[in-house]
Each structure stands twice: as C-alpha cells, then as structure tokens.
C-alpha cells in the first residue's frame, strides 16, 4: 500500500506564493509519476502538474510560467512552488501516485487565494 499526505495549503493573497508539499510512504516503486491536480468548486478535477521518477515535468496550460513541480526521491516526497497566485487558482489541491500496479490519491489540501 502507499500512503499520501500532503502539506502547506492555507489562505494567500493575490500575487503572493505558496509551497504544497506530499509526502509518499508504503510500497513505493523506483518508477512511477507523481501529480498534482485540483478541484475548485463545482468544477471537475483537473491536472496542474506531474513529474516523473526520471524528472520529466508536465504542467497545465493555467499554471505554466507560474508553478513548479519538483520531487526528492531519497524522500519520497513531491513539491509544488506556486507563484503569482491568483483567485482562480483556489481549490483543493490533491496529490497522486502512480506506478504500474497502483494508483494512490491523497486526502487534499485547501489553496484560497483571496484579499
């Protein structure tokens, strides 16, 4: 099994930045992709961004130029640098795992950006 726990939502204004952090535990395997991705209300989940186990990056056409996914593998752990927030971008910001036996979502971090 593999386990996620994210980290470092909270309230920003616009402009401002913040740093969401996803902790990976269990069973996880040298290849695999990791993601962000966020629902905002009443909307559907969408993809921000993915990284893989080599480091290939993709992002969302909304956060280009803006965002960056980075990951440490001798920790498990993934990371999303948010620049230049903007109202838009407030949602629930979910973290995924992946690999070619499992798919692992984790419980959600809220991002609002508002003044």
């Known amino acids: 099994q593999v386990q996620l726990v994210e980290s470092g939502g909270g309230l920003v204004q616009p402009g401002g930045s913040l740093r969401l952090s996803c902790a990976a535990s269990?069973?996880?395997?040298?290849?695999?992709?990791m993601s962000w991705y966020r629902q905002a209300p009443n909307k559907g989940r969408e993809l921000v961004a993915s990284i893989t186990s080599d480091g290939r990056t993709n992002y969302g056409d909304s956060v280009k130029g803006r965002f960056t996914i980075s990951r440490d593998n001798a920790k498990n752990s993934m990371y999303l640098q948010m620049n230049s927030l903007k109202p838009e971008d407030t949602a629930v910001y979910y973290c995924n795992y992946y690999d070619s036996y499992v798919q692992k979502w984790g419980q959600g971090t809220q991002v609002t950006v508002s003044s």
């Open positions: 269990g069973s996880i395997r040298s290849i695999n992709s």
